[in-house]
């Protein structure tokens, strides 16, 4: 069932995250919902502008509405993530997806507002609902490049007026995480008292941290062992999650953790089976594989077995 973030929010508000994740392909598609279903999770499917374009944004969909018909029991939202104007206007005018995200973080205060509040617009007219961003993440992910030094953490103060001038529902926060396999270098960690301070001034507001995988050790030890050159990745510690949520994060997007699980798994079945020609030999492992990461990530989200509470409160 295709809900809105707001009503997953409803639910979750300051007793945990729901997990978002990125999608591209089928393989992803069947692992991220049977993940879900496994812990009883609801969720949010994340489409980027590039996986929107890696094939057509109409194979996507297509998946996504055929996996709700081989999972009923699914409780999720349709995201579209780091948009920009036109394509947060596609994705609204297309009747498919349940909510989108402007990012216009990267512009002056001011204008940030204008924009957010023309796609917050034409998104309350059509019942979809919005996500924005204040305060610049660093790293790399798809077309969103951010030097460390151009990094720059929310405002709480600024926080308060732009959600009250914009009109958005949600709001992505900087509060140390970063886009991208490399995020952390020494102690690096997320400001609590940032994220204190917003809460304070937006209470029962939900609040959204973006470039939150965790780049398990493990799953960079084994693509490195096979073959690999992931050197010096470092992501967010998922026990972090607890914290956060009880602070107002309800959404923690999560992406780069699937890509190297499809990494990992696809470099060491060629490496031990150089004869392998069949696609469909390591597409099984790893939709497998990725369900398993997905029920595990949820236990530290705390969205693990929380798919009755929710189907209860939007029957109610």
């Not at 969909?61 to 939202?77: K, Q």
């Not at 997806?97 to 216009?104: E, K, N, P, Q, R």
């Not at 512009?107 to 957010?116: L, M, Q, R, V």
């Not at 693509?223 to 992931?230: E, F, H, P, Y």
Request: aromatic residues 8%.
């Amino acid at each position: 069932m295709i809900v809105t973030t707001k009503k997953l929010f409803e639910a979750a508000y300051g007793k945990y995250a729901i997990g978002a994740y990125n999608i591209n392909n089928l393989e992803q598609t069947m692992g991220l919902f049977q993940g879900n279903i496994d812990s009883q999770a609801p969720f949010i499917i994340q489409l980027s502008k590039g996986a929107r374009s890696y094939s057509h944004k109409a194979m996507l969909e297509g998946l996504i509405r055929n996996a709700e018909e081989v999972y009923p029991d699914a409780i999720f939202a349709v995201h579209l993530d780091h948009g920009d104007e036109a394509t947060c206007y596609d994705c609204i005018e297309s009747g498919f997806y349940s909510s989108v995200m402007i990012d216009a973080s990267h512009e002056a205060f001011d204008e940030n507002i204008a924009i957010t509040k023309r796609v917050v617009d034409a998104a309350h007219a059509k019942g979809i609902v919005v996500e924005a961003e204040l305060g610049m993440l660093g790293g790399v992910e798809e077309h969103v490049s951010v030097a460390e030094a151009d990094a720059k953490l929310t405002d709480p103060d600024q926080a308060l007026e732009f959600v009250e001038r914009s009109g958005c529902d949600s709001l992505a926060v900087a509060i140390g995480t970063s886009h991208g396999a490399f995020k952390f270098s020494g102690t690096q960690g997320l400001h609590y008292g940032v994220l204190e301070e917003i809460q304070k001034r937006l209470p029962n507001f939900p609040l959204v941290m973006h470039g939150s995988s965790s780049v398990p050790q493990d799953e960079v030890e084994r693509i490195n062992k096979a073959g690999g050159k992931l050197l010096g990745a470092k992501g967010v510690d998922a026990a972090q999650f607890k914290r956060a949520a009880e602070l107002g994060v309800t959404k923690i997007n999560i992406d780069t953790d699937g890509r190297l699980v499809w990494t990992r798994v696809h470099r060491e079945h060629f490496l031990e089976h150089p004869e392998n020609f069949d696609l469909r030999k390591p597409g099984k492992i790893y939709m497998s594989e990725y369900a398993k990461f997905i029920a595990a990530k949820n236990v530290y989200l705390g969205s693990s077995g929380q798919l009755a509470d929710v189907r209860k409160l939007l029957a109610g």
